[in-house]
């Protein structure tokens, strides 16, 4: 529009061009000002057990294409397919903003330092103010001062920024080996699911380090068990507890759901373990995040973060299970801390319609290709098209077969693999390599790209949207979670249901 001449240029455009620029004055966090208040009082008798449940990178499309998914695989048309994930039938379902102090879109940092201690901040900050100066304390911390137990568990690493916001304060999320230092002054009851990522402390600034954090764990009375064999020996009275999976994957996170096999322990298993450990008189309080669903959601890889879902829903459904035996006196809390990717159910190739059936044959993440892809350069020092090829066919059911109008490739897709076959090796960086691959391995978010448009996903990012996201809640105090509010409000709503000051 700025390119119109002055003729051109019509009243309506006008009005237009103030509402652009009246908006850009338009402030991050006034953007709420206009709606009524949010009820964040509870008056009843306090939850003695409550879960909040982060799916990180969780919007809506992340929700919906996984029950979309279940639908489909049984033969059915959503939305006469059954509800498949535990936390949509919940009786309190509200919608949430998610911008920080500076950004409509926010990163897990400020979105976890929102929901953990009810203040707006920065992206990166874990649980401080806005000008990095003044820690904020968490709910997690603040159950654990009335003598609650605590745990804290999370597909990803345990330093990672949506674990770290509840037992640590530091002005920048990359500054794991602090953040580790700081998960073991807690003194919470519970740790677990990934590892840590910089345990030695080589990629800290901070002086007179005091050592590994392994060792540094155990000499503030932490158990640490690495072994599935151990983990099941665990009972209540053990102590304080770090349990590491069998299997550290990516950056020292658990396997994605698609590459466990079910001999490794899953974020369920962990969440039961969690509700066994830390049962006691005075009640717990439990943060459980699938943190794997935003990573596929970043590389674009719709089966991954589906499966991902699931694997954050059977752990919910240890948590409704417990609820039925403690009714009266348990709360869970689902939500997302915002969405990753730009996922949408939609793709222009398919219009009106969804293949996500089409999904069912990819069998391994997008990262286990890469390491596949690496394996054999490793072995043939060089990777041939045809070989591709027929890895994409076995790991993903995409085939040459003009004829299979399922899972064919087009000549135009088959072009884009060659077009990213061609890019494999190449290590420079401009916009519109950036546009068609993020910063992945071409082939790979190539694949995963193709399948996804056949199915009817769609993505814009590689990063989070601004858009809000589904909150889901049940049991004790749930009615305060209905309605339209902020994140920082699930802290409000939290404190007020387990009376926390
Ligand atoms: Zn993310």
Redesign the pocket.
Same mark, same amino acid.
């Given at each position: 529009m700025f390119r119109l001449k002055q003729s051109a240029v019509k009243p309506a455009f006008i009005v237009m061009f103030f509402l652009i620029i009246t908006g850009a004055a338009y402030s991050v966090s006034g953007a709420l000002s206009s709606r009524g208040p949010v009820n964040n009082s509870y008056s009843g008798k306090p939850a003695k057990y409550v879960f909040l449940f982060i799916g &990180?990178?969780m919007g809506l499309p992340q929700v919906s294409s996984a029950e979309i998914f279940a639908g489909s695989m049984k033969g059915g048309k959503y939305p006469d397919a059954p509800r498949s994930l535990s936390f949509t039938s919940f009786g309190a379902q509200g919608i949430t903003t998610t911008h920080d102090a500076s950004s409509f879109i926010t &990163?897990?940092a400020s979105s976890g330092t929102a929901i953990a201690t009810g203040n707006k901040t920065l992206n990166g900050v874990i649980s401080m103010d806005v000008a990095k100066k003044n820690k904020l304390k968490s709910i997690a911390t603040m159950a654990k001062e009335k003598g609650m137990k605590v745990g804290i568990i999370s597909s990803v690493s345990i330093d990672h920024a949506t674990p770290a916001v509840f037992y640590s304060n530091v002005p920048s999320r990359k500054m794991m080996y602090e953040i580790g230092l700081q998960m073991f002054d807690s003194g919470f009851d519970y740790f677990a699911g990934g590892s840590v990522v910089d345990p030695d402390g080589k990629k800290s600034k901070m002086e007179n380090k005091p050592g590994n954090l392994f060792d540094y764990a155990k000499n503030k009375g932490y158990k640490i068990v690495k072994s599935k064999s151990e983990f099941s020996r665990l009972k209540s009275g053990n102590g304080k507890v770090w349990a590491i999976t069998e299997q550290v994957a990516d950056d020292s996170a658990m396997l994605y759901e698609i590459d466990r096999s079910s001999s490794v322990l899953s974020l369920k298993d962990f969440t039961k373990k969690g509700i066994e450990l830390l049962d006691n008189e005075k009640g717990f309080f439990m943060m459980v995040e699938g943190g794997k669903i &935003?990573?596929a959601c *970043?590389a674009n890889d719709g089966m991954s973060a589906i499966k991902d879902v699931y694997a954050f829903d059977d752990a919910v459904r240890e948590a409704v299970a417990f609820a039925k035996n403690h009714p009266d006196e348990t709360l869970i809390v689902v939500t997302g801390d915002h969405e990753?990717g730009g996922m949408t159910v939609g793709f222009a190739g398919t219009k009106y319609d969804t293949f996500f059936q089409k999904l069912k044959k990819q069998n391994m993440s997008y990262i286990k290709f890469d390491e596949t892809l690496d394996e054999i350069k490793k072995k043939n020092s060089e990777l041939k098209f045809d070989e591709v090829v027929n890895l994409v066919s076995k790991h993903f059911g995409l085939n040459t077969d003009k004829n299979d109008k399922e899972m064919g490739l087009t000549d135009y897709e088959m072009q884009l693999l060659k077009d990213a076959f061609a890019q494999v090796n190449n290590k420079e960086k401009s916009d519109s390599l950036y546009l068609l691959y993020g910063e992945y391995n071409p082939l790979s978010v190539t694949v995963t790209h193709i399948l996804n448009r056949k199915a009817g996903i769609g993505w814009t990012s590689y990063s *989070?949207t601004g858009v809000p996201v589904p909150t889901y809640a049940k049991g004790t105090g749930e009615e305060i979670f209905d309605g339209y509010y902020d994140n920082t409000d699930i802290f409000k709503k939290l404190t007020a249901v387990m009376n926390l000051q």
């Open positions: &990180d990178g &990163d897990s &935003d990573w *970043h990753c *989070h």
